[in-house]
C-alpha cells in the first residue's frame, strides 16, 4: 500500500504522524512511504532521516494526497485538505467529530473512510490512541494552569505548592480518566491540595489506591461541584463520554461562585469543552477571560511538545497502521474488531452512533455502510 503523511497545517501544530522507525517497519512490509518535505521539521525530524529508512519525499502536500491510498495525521484535516481527499483514500488521523458538523459533512462529501484515532478501542473498552496524548495533555494541563495563575500573566497570584507557613492551592480535576489522573499526578508533585471528581465509582476507587491519600477522590454530583467552587484556584475540565459532545460540569452561572482570576483548563475542549463558557484557543493565544475566570481551551495541548509527542503518538498509532496497510480496512476489522468504532465516515455516511447524534447527521451501521463502498467499487 502507498502510505503518504502530509506536513501538519492546524496553527501551532508540530506533531508528525510517523517518524523513521515507522517508515522502516512499514518498508520492511513492502510498503511503500511518501513523506511530504518538512513534514518532520517540528518534531525535528530531517527528510534524511526518513528518506534513510526507505521513504520518498515528495514537495507538497497535493503530491502526497495524490498518490497516497493510507494518508496518516495527527489533526482533524482542515479544508484544503479535505478538498484533497477522494472516495478511494483511507484517512487515519484524530477527527474528534461530533462538535464539528462542517468537518464531519466535508468528510462525506469527499467519499473517503475515515477512521479517527480517538474512538479506537482495545479489549476493554478503553481508547488505546487517545490515551499517549491524553498522558501528555494531562501533565501540560497542571503546567499552563500553574502558570496562569501567576499574577503577570492575569492570575489570581497563587503558588501551587504554597511555601511553609501559607497554604497550598487547591487544584479541582473534573474527570479522573487518562487526562485527570496525569493532570492530578503532576499537581501532587507540585504539592497542590488536589480532589478529583468523577462519576464512575470503580474508577474512583483505581484513583484512590493510586494516590494512596495525596488526593481526594469525590463523586461528581452538581452540588459536590458547586461545594468545591468557592475554594478552588485551578480548575482542569478532563471529562469525555467516548466519542461524543462533551457534557458541560461547570455552567456560566457557576463561575460567579469562584475567586476572582481563578484559572479553569478545559483539556475536553477537543470534545466540544466541558465548561459552557469554553471556546478554542491556540497556543500563540491560549486564554481569555470570562466573568472574572482565566480560561486556557487550547485544543491541541500535545503539540506544544512535539518530541515528546510525536514519538508517544507513533508508538501507539504503528500497529494499527501496520495492521491497516497489510490487511487492507475489511481485513484489519476482521482481525481487531476494536477497529470498528473508529471508523466514523465511511462511503459517505456516518458510521459511529456518537458523531451522529452530535452532529445531526444520519447514522448507518457500519457493515452497511462497507458493502455500499464494496457494491461501488
Ligand atoms: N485539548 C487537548 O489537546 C487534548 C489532548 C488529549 C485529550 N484531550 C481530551 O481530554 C478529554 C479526556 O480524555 P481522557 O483520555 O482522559 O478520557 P477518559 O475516558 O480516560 O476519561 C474521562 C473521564 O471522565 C469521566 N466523566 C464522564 N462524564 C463525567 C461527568 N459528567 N462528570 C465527571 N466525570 C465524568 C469518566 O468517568 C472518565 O473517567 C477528552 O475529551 C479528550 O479528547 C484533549
Wanted: hydrophobic fraction near 45%; include cysteine.
Amino acid at each position: 500500500m502507498k502510505v503518504g503523511v502530509p506536513t501538519e497545517i492546524k496553527p501551532d501544530e508540530y506533531r508528525v504522524a510517523l517518524t523513521p522507525a515507522g517508515v522502516r517497519e512499514l518498508t520492511e512490509h513492502g510498503h511503500e512511504v511518501l513523506m511530504q518535505a518538512g513534514a518532520g521539521e517540528g518534531s525535528a525530524i530531517t527528510d534524511a532521516e526518513y528518506e534513510a529508512q526507505g521513504a520518498r519525499v515528495l514537495p507538497d502536500a497535493a503530491a502526497v494526497f495524490g498518490e497516497a491510498e493510507m494518508v496518516l495525521g495527527v489533526k482533524e484535516p482542515q479544508p484544503p485538505e479535505v478538498a484533497m481527499l477522494r472516495p478511494d483514500h483511507l484517512l487515519f488521523t484524530y477527527l474528534h467529530l461530533a462538535p464539528a458538523p462542517a468537518l464531519t459533512r466535508g468528510l462525506c462529501e469527499s467519499g473517503a473512510t475515515c477512521v479517527a484515532y480517538e474512538t479506537v478501542e482495545d479489549g476493554r473498552g478503553r481508547l488505546p490512541l487517545l490515551a499517549p496524548m491524553s498522558e501528555v495533555a494531562g501533565k501540560i494541563a497542571t503546567q499552563a494552569g500553574a502558570f496562569m495563575l501567576e499574577k503577570p500573566l492575569g492570575g489570581r497570584g497563587v503558588l501551587l505548592g504554597g511555601v511553609p507557613g501559607v497554604a497550598a492551592a487547591n487544584v479541582m480535576v473534573i474527570g479522573g480518566g487518562v487526562v485527570g489522573f496525569n493532570a492530578a499526578s503532576i499537581a501532587i508533585g507540585m504539592e497542590a491540595d488536589v480532589f478529583v471528581f468523577d462519576r464512575n465509582v470503580d474508577r474512583l476507587r483505581e484513583l484512590d489506591v493510586a494516590f494512596a491519600g495525596r488526593a481526594s477522590t469525590v463523586y461528581s454530583s452538581v452540588l459536590a461541584v458547586e461545594e468545591m467552587l468557592p475554594r478552588v484556584d485551578l480548575v482542569i475540565g478532563a471529562v469525555l463520554v467516548h466519542g461524543a459532545r462533551a457534557p458541560y460540569v461547570i455552567k456560566r452561572d457557576q463561575l460567579s461562585m469562584m475567586k476572582r482570576n481563578a484559572v479553569l483548563v478545559d483539556v475536553s475542549i477537543d470534545q466540544g469543552g466541558c465548561f459552557e463558557t469554553s471556546r478554542p484557543t491556540t497556543h500563540s493565544d491560549p486564554t481569555y477571560e470570562v466573568d472574572g475566570i482565566t480560561h486556557y481551551c487550547v485544543a491541541n495541548m500535545p503539540g506544544a511538545v512535539p518530541i515528546t509527542s510525536t514519538y508517544a503518538l507513533t508508538n501507539a498509532t504503528l500497529p494499527y497502521v501496520l495492521a491497516l496497510a497489510d490487511l487492507g480496512l475489511e481485513g484489519a476489522l476482521v482481525r481487531d474488531p476494536g477497529l470498528r468504532p473508529g471508523v466514523n465516515v465511511a462511503g459517505g455516511k456516518v458510521t459511529y452512533a456518537p458523531v451522529a447524534e452530535g452532529t445531526g447527521f444520519e447514522f448507518t451501521p457500519l457493515d452497511q455502510a462497507l458493502e455500499g463502498l464494496v457494491a461501488s467499487r
